[in-house]
C-alpha cells in the first residue's frame, strides 16, 4: 500500500519490537551461547537481507543504477556491520556505532518507504535497520566494546570521505545516494535543515551534534568512573 507510514500502526508496532528485540539482547548479554549465536544471528538477518532485497530487484525488473546500488548510508552501514561481526575489529566499530545507530534510528523513527505491511519491501527495511541497531548494541553489550572521543572524529572523518564517493556515484548514475543530490520524498529531519545544496552543509553540523549525543552516555560513564577512582585514592 502506497503513502507515508509515518506513526502509521504498522510503524509502531515495528518500533516496539526493535526495542523488545534490543531488551532481549540486554538480558541475555551475559550467556555464554550469545558471543556466537547471537553474532551469527544477526549476521543472518543483516546478509540475508541484502542478499533477499537484490534478488527482489531483479526478479521484479526493479533493478535501477539510480535507485538500487549500496550507497546510501544505511546500506553501507549493513556492510561495515557484516564486517564488524565477522572480523570484530574496533576501528570499523568505532565508525559503524555513529553511522549505524544514527543513520538506522533516523530510518526507523522516519522511514522513507511507500509499502505497508506484509509487502516484501516493509519487511526487509525493518529487518535490515533492526539488525543495524543490533549488530551495534551486541558489540556494547556482548563484545563489551567502548567508545572513546576519539572515536566521533574518526566516524565524522569516515563519514566525509563516504559523502565525497557518493557525491560522484550520484553525479555518474542520477541517482540521491545518501540524499545529497536533493531531499528525500517522505517528510523527514532534512525538511528542517535549508533548501538544496545548503541542506548539506547544514547536516555536516547536525551530525556532529548527533554524534556528540551518542558519546556523551561514554563521557557520562567515563566521568563518574573517573570520580569513583579519585574518590578510592583519597
Known sequence: MEGSLLFSTSHIISLCITFALLLILFLLRNKAWMRIGGRCFIILCLAGSEIWLN??????????IRYTLPFQLCSISLYLCVWM??????????????LGVGGALQALLTPELFYDFPHFRFLHFFIAHISII?????????????????SVWKAFAALNVLAFMVF???????????????????????????PYPWYILSLELVVLLIFFLLYSPFFIREKRHSKKKGKAEN
Open 85 to 98: 561481526l565477522a572480523t570484530r575489529q574496533r576501528w570499523v566499530f568505532e565508525v559503524v556505532y555513529f
Open 134 to 150: 543490533l549488530a551495534v548494541f551486541y558489540m556494547l553489550w556482548v563484545e563489551k566494546f567502548q567508545i572513546k572521543f576519539k
Open 168 to 194: 560522484f556515484v550520484n553525479r555518474f548514475t542520477g541517482g540521491n545516494y545518501m540524499f545529497l543530490a536533493r531531499k528525500p520524498t517522505n517528510a523527514s529531519l532534512i525538511d528542517f535543515l535549508g
Open 55 to 64: 534478488y527482489w530487484y531483479f526478479s521484479t525488473n526493479m533493478w535501477d
